[in-house]
């Protein structure tokens, strides 16, 4: 993403001016923050160490914050960011910006703390934000006549479908919690998939013109990238509506593959010296892995499907959404594009989380002392996210070097 060029002038010199100039500098602060806080709270949840006051239970209160709370988030942060570029009009400032941000940390308190309110209350507060923030996207794309971007409101649509789907499993009217928990995930797994198959062969592109060859160039997107989609898309959607068919499993390994030949002609090993640029393609990889595990752990069981399905949640989004949140926030307030040594930590403890919660329950009698450690090396990489990233995303843009 490039630095936006239009921004509105904001009057007064209040610590929140500069907060609220972009969508990206609320949404990414609250979003790591919650997730870095949200993960070690939910397995003592679950360990039943600690009482959270909710009406969802620990096997759906841990995904549903995790993807449409923190998820939520990031996907909030970008497209508030990109959407400008993209349709070349003002982006969200201000008193609108925090009105959404308000929704969002509403909906966060009011899941958390539902079994002590009516349960159609707590839905109400908490799909409040999804269904403000589509009319919002929905708005810029149609007025900025930016049809090619018109296919991300309907990931947006069915974020808001899988989080109502898990609310009508806590007001005792449907059994389709997991459903709406798989439909969340696949969701921003497709997002990956789609927003990161952009960006990453394009900042490669980029950056092996300025340092190499040209002729070094990742593959440019044709017929085979258009199968690799459409064949996630197909495994996707498979796995939503029939987790646990064979024929679901097939289409997931033929996906991974068909991903995993996709990034190979990107070019990546060529960017290992610019861990920025690198991460971007350790995130996509977990995808056609994570894919390629789910469906050959179905047809040859090694593990829990669970651990199988942490390579896209903990692998995939965890690794793409950092590897976003770093790069967005250095490009737009001025820094250079260039991972510092915390950066670099970020990017460590985030593999080593994922790489932790996948083997767990091949570790015997430590399979909750490695669940313990993947928690803490997660929240320890959100954590210096928010701890390092702090003072870019709430002071002024700098001038850039």
Avoid: C
Wanted: charged share 10%; glycine share 10%.
């Amino acid at each position: 993403m490039a630095p936006i060029p239009r921004y509105r002038a904001q009057a007064g010199t209040a610590p929140w001016t500069s907060f609220l100039s972009a969508g990206f500098r609320p949404f990414f602060l609250f979003g790591a923050l919650w997730a870095a806080v949200a993960l070690p709270l939910s397995i003592a949840y679950f360990e039943m160490m600690a009482e959270v006051p909710t009406r969802f239970p620990p096997h759906i209160w841990h995904p549903h914050e995790m993807v449409f709370g923190f998820g939520g988030a990031v996907v909030a942060g970008f497209m508030l960011t990109a959407i400008p570029n993209w349709t070349g009009r003002m982006p969200l400032q201000g008193a609108p910006l925090a009105g959404l941000v308000a929704l969002w940390l509403l909906g966060r308190v009011a899941v958390t703390v539902s079994s002590s309110e009516p349960a159609p209350l707590a839905a109400a507060l908490d799909l409040a934000f999804p269904a403000v923030f589509f009319f919002v996207v929905l708005r810029e794309i149609v007025t900025g006549r930016n049809w090619r971007n018109l296919p991300l409101t309907a990931a947006l649509a069915l974020l808001f479908v899988g989080n109502l789907m898990t609310h009508l499993e806590a007001m005792d009217i449907a059994d389709t919690g997991a459903a709406g928990v798989r439909t969340g995930v696949a969701t921003l797994v497709m997002l990956v998939t789609l927003i990161g198959g952009r960006i990453t062969p394009s900042f490669t592109r980029n950056w092996l013109v300025k340092t190499s060859s040209a002729e070094e160039a990742p593959a440019p997107f044709g017929l085979f990238d258009r199968f690799a989609l459409a064949a996630t898309f197909v495994a996707l959607i498979a796995w939503v509506s029939f987790p646990d068919s064979s024929a679901t499993a097939v289409l997931q390994i033929i996906a991974g593959a068909a991903l995993l030949l996709r990034l190979m002609r990107w070019r990546g090993a060529r960017t290992r010296g610019e861990p920025m640029l690198f991460v971007l393609h350790m995130g996509y990889g977990w995808v056609a892995l994570g894919l390629l595990f789910m469906g050959a752990n179905r047809l040859f069981p090694v593990t829990d499907s669970t651990s199988a399905l942490h390579a896209l949640t903990a692998g995939a989004i965890g690794t793409m959404t950092l590897a976003v949140m770093t790069r967005a926030t250095r490009g737009h307030t001025g820094r250079l594009l260039s991972a510092d040594g915390g950066t670099k930590a970020i990017y460590v403890a985030i593999t080593l989380a994922a790489i932790l919660r996948i083997g767990a329950p091949w570790t015997g009698e430590y399979y909750f002392v490695s669940l313990a450690a993947a928690a803490a090396l997660w929240s320890t990489a959100y954590g210096l996210f928010v701890l390092l990233y702090f003072g870019m995303l709430t002071g002024p843009r700098i001038k850039e070097s």
